[in-house]
C-alpha cells in the first residue's frame, strides 16, 4: 500500500512539474513575442529619417549558429539638426564599430535600440550612409513563421538546410534596421557568404557569386524595388534550380524558379508550372506581377511560408488543396497573392495588417472562381465562414504593433468582407476598385496605404459605412424577423447605419430587399430565409 502511494505522489509530482515547464515555455513565448514585436508608434526620431537602402554583407557560420559581417544602411534626413540615428537590433548581435566614411561613431544600446551619434547634425534633405560591423547569434526561430527567426534545420542528408522568416519581430533579429512597417528601402544588396557546396538564394536578382576566399562562395543579390524589412530574406540549402519563363505583358521574359532540394524535384517540377499559371491568373485580376524585372520564385523552407517579396517561402510539403474539383496548392496561391497584397500594395501601420491577410485570401476566392465558377468560390466561403471570430475588430487599435494587430479575423473576416462587397457593390464594380487600386502609384511600392484609402476608394457612402461596421467593430448585423400572423413575417435591422440590400426566400420565390430599421412585409407560406447565399455574416433573430 505503501509503495502504491508512492507511485501515486511521483506520477502527480511529475504532472505538476510538466504543467509548470509548459506554462514556463508558454510564457517565454508570449514574453518574447511582446519584446520583439515590430512596428508601433514611431519615436519622433524614426519620424525623422528616410531609410532608402540596406546593405546586407554577411558571412554565415552554420555550424556555430552565428553570423558575422557589416550592414550598411542609407538614409535621408527628413528635418534639420538631426544629431543622432535611432536603429533596431537584437542585444544577441555583438556591434564591432559603427563608422561613417573615416568617422568612427559612438553609439548606445538599450533593449533592442541602438543611437549612433553622428559626427555633424544633418540638414533636411542631407543623406549619410552609415556602416554597422557586428556578429553573433540571431534570433533562432521558435515556431515559424508565426514565432520567427533564423531557422538553421537539417535535410534528409543531415545538411544545413537554413532560412529566415521574422514578419512578427522584424528584421532587427538579424540585421540593424529601422523596424517600422512605414518605412520601405527603395532597394537591398545582400551579400552572404556560404560555405561552397552550398546555395543561398535571396531576394531580386543574382548579380554574381564570388570566391572571397578557399572553400566559401559569396552570392550577391540585388533588388531594386521597395521592399519591408520582414520580407528580406536569405535561404541557404543544397538547393538545386528548376527553372521557367513568365512572358510580360510589355513582350520580356521573366524568370520564375523554384529552388527545392534535390530529393523532391518532381513533386517541385509540377508545382512550379502550377506558380506559373497562377502568375497569369492573378495577372488576369491584379494587372502585372509587380517585380517583373526581376523575378518570381520560391524556395523550400522548414516552416511552412512567408511572403518574401521574389521568392516567397514554401514549406507546405506539396500538399494539395481540392474545393469542386479544382486542385491547388493553397499556401503557394495565398502567398503569391502577397506579392500584389502586401509587397506592392503595403499597410503603413501594422493596424491595417488585414489588406495584407484579408484581400490576400480573398484572391484564393477569385483564383476558385476563376478555375471552378461560383460553385467552388461559393465553397470557398462556407469554409471559412466557421472560423470567424469576431472577437477583435479586424482594424487593430491605432499604431499597433505586429503581435497586437495579428488574429485570424484579418484573414477570415477580411476577405469575407470582400465576399459582401461583391454582392453589395457588383462584381464589376469590385473587381474594377481593387484592379485601379492595386495599380495607383498613389498606394502602391513606396507609398504606403491604410484602411481609410481603401475605404475612400469606394465613392459610395453606403459602402463606406458597410465598410467601417465590419472593419472597425465586432457587431455583426441582427436581423429581427416577426411572425405577425400564420403567413406575414416581418424583417428588419436596426443596429447598422447602412442600408443592407438582401434576397430573401419565401414561399413564392425568390425576391430582393433592402433592411433597414423600417420592416419589411413578407406574405408566405413558409418563415422566409434571409440571404440564403451568405454574402454576409450576419446573426438572425427569429420570435
Ligand atoms: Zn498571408
Known amino acids: 500500500m505503501k509503495r502504491f502511494f508512492k507511485w501515486i505522489a511521483i506520477i502527480i509530482g511529475s504532472l505538476v512539474l510538466l504543467g509548470l515547464i509548459s506554462i514556463a515555455v508558454i510564457c517565454k513565448r508570449h514574453h518574447r513575442s511582446g519584446i520583439l514585436a515590430s512596428g508601433g508608434k514611431i519615436s519622433d526620431n524614426q519620424a525623422a529619417f528616410d531609410v532608402s537602402s540596406y546593405d546586407i554583407t554577411l558571412k554565415i557560420l552554420a555550424d556555430e549558429e552565428k553570423i558575422d559581417g557589416v550592414t550598411r544602411v542609407e538614409m535621408k534626413s527628413l528635418r534639420d539638426s538631426l544629431a543622432r540615428i535611432q536603429l533596431q537590433l537584437v542585444r ?3 556591434i564591432d564599430k559603427i563608422s561613417y566614411m573615416d568617422h568612427l561613431l559612438t553609439f548606445e544600446r538599450k533593449k533592442n535600440n541602438l ?4 559626427p555633424t547634425p544633418l540638414i533636411k534633405g542631407e543623406k549619410i550612409k552609415l556602416s554597422i560591423e ?3 547569434s540571431p534570433v533562432k526561430a521558435i515556431k515559424p513563421p508565426w514565432i520567427g527567426g533564423f531557422n538553421w534545420s537539417k535535410d534528409n542528408e543531415g545538411n544545413h538546410w537554413i532560412g529566415v522568416s521574422c514578419q512578427g519581430e522584424g528584421a532587427k533579429i538579424w540585421f540593424p534596421c529601422k523596424d517600422h512597417p512605414s518605412d520601405k528601402p527603395d ?3 545582400l551579400n552572404i557568404t556560404v560555405p561552397e557546396s552550398y546555395y543561398c538564394a535571396g531576394n531580386g536578382l543574382l548579380r554574381q557569386v564570388k570566391q572571397p576566399e578557399s572553400g566559401w562562395l559569396t552570392y550577391c543579390w540585388k533588388s531594386r524595388y521597395p521592399i519591408n524589412n520582414y520580407n528580406i530574406t536569405i535561404n541557404i540549402a543544397k538547393y538545386e534550380i528548376l527553372q521557367r519563363h513568365y512572358f510580360c505583358k510589355d513582350g520580356s521574359t521573366m524568370p520564375v524558379y523554384f529552388y527545392t532540394l534535390p530529393g523532391f524535384k518532381p513533386q517541385a517540377d509540377s508545382l512550379l508550372d502550377m506558380a506559373v499559371d497562377m502568375l497569369y491568373t492573378y495577372r488576369k485580376l491584379y494587372g502585372e506581377y509587380p517585380f517583373a524585372k526581376e523575378k518570381f520564385a520560391l524556395a523550400q523552407t522548414d516552416y511552412l511560408g512567408m511572403e518574401h517579396q521574389t521568392i516567397n517561402s514554401y514549406g507546405n510539403n506539396f500538399h494539395k488543396t481540392e474545393i469542386k474539383g479544382v486542385v491547388y496548392d ?3 496561391l495565398h502567398e503569391m497573392a502577397h506579392e500584389w497584397w502586401g509587397n506592392k500594395v503595403t499597410a503603413k501601420s501594422w493596424s491595417d495588417f488585414w489588406i495584407h491577410e484579408g484581400i490576400g485570401t480573398y484572391g484564393e476566392a477569385l483564383y476558385l472562381l476563376d478555375k471552378g465558377g461560383e460553385s467552388a468560390y461559393h465553397a470557398f466561403f462556407d469554409r471559412i465562414r466557421p472560423r470567424i471570430r469576431n472577437r477583435d475588430p ?3 487599435r491605432k499604431n499597433a504593433t505586429s503581435m497586437q494587430a495579428y488574429h485570424s479575423d484579418i484573414y477570415y473576416k477580411g476577405a469575407y468582407l470582400l465576399h459582401t462587397l461583391r454582392f453589395v457593390a457588383g462584381d464589376s464594380t469590385l473587381m474594377k476598385t481593387l484592379y485601379t487600386f492595386v495599380n495607383d502609384s ?6 504606403m496605404t491604410s484602411t481609410e484609402d481603401f475605404i475612400n476608394y469606394f465613392s459610395d457612402k453606403n459602402i463606406s459605412e458597410l465598410l467601417r461596421f465590419y472593419l472597425y467593430t465586432t457587431e455583426l448585423p441582427i436581423i429581427q424577423i416577426k411572425s405577425i400572423n400564420d403567413t406575414t413575417f416581418s424583417v428588419f435591422t436596426d443596429n447598422i447605419t447602412f442600408n443592407m440590400p ?11 430587399a433592402v433592411l433597414g430599421s423600417e420592416p419589411v412585409r413578407i406574405i408566405s407560406s413558409t418563415i422566409p430565409v434571409v440571404d440564403p447565399q451568405n454574402w454576409y455574416l450576419k446573426q438572425i433573430n427569429f420570435d
Do not use: C, P
Open 134 to 136: 557586428y556578429r553573433g
Open 330 to 332: 493553397q499556401l503557394m
Open 442 to 447: 498613389a498606394f502602391t511600392y513606396d507609398n
Open 394 to 396: 479586424v482594424v487593430g
Open 92 to 94: 544577441s548581435l555583438k
Open 187 to 189: 532597394s537591398i544588396a
Open 115 to 118: 543611437w549612433i551619434h553622428l
Open 502 to 512: 438582401v434576397e430573401m426566400n419565401y414561399s413564392g420565390g425568390t425576391i430582393t
